[in-house]
């Protein structure tokens, strides 16, 4: 048996794939102060399930993967470990300056970032290498030493060294590292080029910083959860999902923590791309909106894209991971979301959320705000009885009490006001997802949207018709489509070298070399980390750009009989940079930086299929539900497990599942295919499309 746990702000969710490949699904609360507790709920409710003890249930366990938000919560509660940065001499302001760049370019008034570790536990070591990797200085071990006597005296947590082009030759950070291991043996530390082996100091130094700050709060934090798990009977395997879309064992996030950054969201386009593999579509937006944020990522000719500008915070202001990583966007839009008006008189929602204590008002727990779960439950979206298939009662007469002080700033009653707040939330979600797809020149009018999160169906068709999007895809894993998405992960790995060298003098002899080496560590991978695989793939990229210009892309590198072709590479690169920028330059030189590789282990053949507990839900067929412009009308009731395949209902109606709830409309149709994915098409408005020849958006 497999168990897939996604622990968000709100809910955690479980995922069990039993050994006939049936798939249940169970939500529990999340603990904040210790998410291993909200995990034991969640595993324990399992057992329950199934007429079994912890410890027997866990005993017959094989599997178990997580997807944790732990590693960002910690940078952004300021939690992290008090971490040194030791760095070349003469260079100590490299997480200081960043690499330039302005949100608000004419904007002077705003405070200047402060760097990730603080100069005042930055130390500058004699030592240089130079570009071609060469030694110009040698590093002086004494004033190293001098400098961990220092670090002692502070007692500093954790240590970070990155050394100027220590990516060609990291001689000198291996020393700094052996030092460190014999002065400051229970300090755990990071070297840049193995942390992150990219040639740009800022993003090298940031990525290995963010990592050594991780360490001892991940580690504690996996130790803890692992022996929870071991005490109750647990003696399988514990994998870590990553924010690449893939899992990576223990030991390995332990070293290397800063892959689980973006952890929870990275699986939500894994099992979106799962299900859109099922339709001839090679365009989908993934949204998943739980309890605390609405994370938003693309597929796009069926390949999720990644992106190098991951930033902690505000671009520019924040802190890069410098990792190339899976292209999400989150925004503070969820279920707990609470609304609040400002001085002007203006309508928010969000970023703030009521989070798993005390939730929103009709939780009972003490939460006297008003969310979006309590304005849909106020509408009549929600089903009182039936929140969580029953286990949760809410309290429908909290949220209109929680409500009232926003309906009279408004000057609107109850039910308009709670609409206006689920309008707010939907136009901000419409903004960013235009922000990520027009940006990445995807016309959200021609793709499909793939629904996720538990809180997803209160807007779903409203966003889909404020984008202009006539199709919309609800798996009936979309409630805990992150979750579900960690059951079919592959266990992954990328290796990286840094070679630079333009395409017209390539020395073929010295790249087939390091394709060589980058083969070598996917086998080892394949063979230390990938028991039991079904199946392998090893891709290989370059990280190239135009001579002269700044940044490179990332392209494919199609081998032949595992050696490098210069023309497909051009022609590669050529294809590649038309596609994301609509023209390209047949004449100019190719410069190559980087090479990379990435192994991908197929551990099950899962075909995600839910099996259908029982759920105590009284007989509902009617309810009264308020639709904006229209008041409130008398609408149906589904289920989701009563649907017959292939019939089709036209709104306006509610699909109800344990996990979620879907306003349906009059304007649009629902229908279950085969694969027990809810298709949902839209009527729309002609405002609602996307002048593709327009600046405005461009």
């Known amino acids: 048996m497999k168990i897939s746990i996604d622990t968000g702000g709100t809910f955690t969710d479980l995922v069990l794939e039993n050994d006939n490949k049936k798939l249940s699904v169970f939500k529990v609360q999340t603990t904040p102060n210790d998410p291993s507790i909200g995990i034991l709920n969640g595993i324990k409710e399992i057992a329950k399930t199934n007429n079994l003890s912890l410890i027997k249930f866990l005993e017959k366990t094989q599997n178990i993967i997580h997807g944790t938000t732990h590693g960002i919560n910690a940078i952004l509660t300021n939690k992290t470990a008090k971490t040194a940065f030791l760095c070349t001499e003469g260079h100590p302001d490299t997480l200081l300056f960043r690499e330039g760049g302005r949100v608000e370019i004419f904007n002077f008034t705003v405070e200047y970032p402060d760097p990730y570790v603080p100069r005042s536990l930055t130390f500058e070591i004699k030592e240089r290498i130079n570009y071609d990797g060469t030694i110009s200085c040698n590093i002086d071990e004494e004033h190293l030493y001098k400098t961990i006597l220092k670090l002692k005296k502070l007692n500093i947590e954790a240590v970070a060294i990155c050394f100027l082009w220590s990516t060609i030759n990291p001689s000198h950070e291996i020393i700094a590292g052996e030092m460190l291991r014999k002065f400051l043996p229970d300090i755990p530390y990071s070297l840049s080029h193995n942390v992150n082996p990219t040639l740009r100091e800022y993003r090298r130094a940031s990525s290995t910083c963010i990592n050594s700050s991780l360490k001892p709060i991940i580690t504690k934090y996996l130790l803890n959860l692992t022996d929870k798990l071991k005490v109750n009977g647990f003696n399988g395997e514990l994998s870590i999902v990553t924010s690449q879309g893939g899992i990576k064992n223990v030991e390995t996030i332990s070293e290397y923590p800063i892959h689980i950054l973006n952890s929870g969201p990275s699986m939500a386009p894994v099992a979106g791309n799962f299900y859109l593999n099922k339709y001839k579509i090679n365009e989908a937006i993934v949204t998943d909106l739980g309890g605390t944020t609405f994370d938003i990522s693309l597929i796009k000719d069926n390949e999720i894209p990644r992106s190098r500008e991951t930033w902690i915070g505000e671009k520019y202001r924040g802190h890069m991971t410098g990792f190339s990583s899976i292209d999400i966007k989150s925004i503070g839009a969820g279920g707990g979301s609470i609304a609040w008006i400002d001085n002007g008189g203006l309508l928010h929602v969000g970023p703030r959320s009521a989070g798993a204590n005390p939730g929103p008002a009709c939780y009972g727990l003490g939460g006297s705000n008003t969310t979006l779960t309590d304005a849909a439950l106020i509408n009549g979206i929600l089903n009182d009885d039936y929140f969580l298939g029953g286990r949760i009662k809410l309290k429908k007469e909290l949220s209109i009490k929680s409500i009232k002080s926003i309906s009279s700033k ?289």
């Open 410 to 698: 408004l000057k609107m009653d109850e039910n308009n006001s709670a609409s206006s707040i689920i309008d707010v939330v939907t136009q901000n979600m419409s903004q960013e997802i235009k922000n990520l797809t027009i940006r990445q020149g995807i016309n959200p009018n021609k793709s499909v949207i793939i629904s996720g999160g538990g809180a997803s169906g209160i807007n779903i068709i409203d966003l889909a018709r404020n984008l202009g999007c006539k199709k919309v895809l609800m798996p009936d894993l979309g409630p805990v489509l992150s979750a579900s998405g960690g059951i079919i992960a592959d266990f992954s790995d990328e290796y990286s070298i840094t070679y630079p060298s333009k395409l017209s003098n390539l020395d073929i002899s010295k790249v087939n070399t390091i394709i060589k080496s980058l083969s070598k560590n996917c086998q080892k991978f394949l063979k230390t980390n990938c028991k039991n695989y079904i199946s392998f793939d090893v891709f290989y990229y370059i990280d190239a750009k135009f001579t002269d210009q700044v940044w490179e892309i990332e392209v494919p590198l199609k081998l032949s009989n595992n050696k490098v072709d210069p023309k497909k590479i051009k022609i590669e690169f050529q294809k590649k940079y038309l596609d994301l920028f609509g023209v390209t330059d047949n004449e100019s030189d190719i410069e190559i930086i980087q090479w990379n590789a990435r192994i991908y282990c197929k551990m099950t053949n899962s075909n995600l299929l839910i099996d259908y507990g029982n759920f105590n839900q009284k007989d509902v067929k009617y309810r009264d539900v308020f639709f904006k412009n229209i008041g409130f009308q008398k609408t149906k009731i589904l289920k989701f497990e009563q649907l017959v395949y292939g019939k089709s209902f036209n709104g306006p109606a509610v699909l109800e599942t344990p996990f979620t709830s879907v306003l349906v409309d009059k304007y649009s149709k629902i229908k279950l295919n085969k694969n027990n994915i809810l298709e949902i098409e839209i009527k729309l408005k002609n405002e609602s499309s996307i002048n593709e020849d327009s600046t405005y958006y461009w």
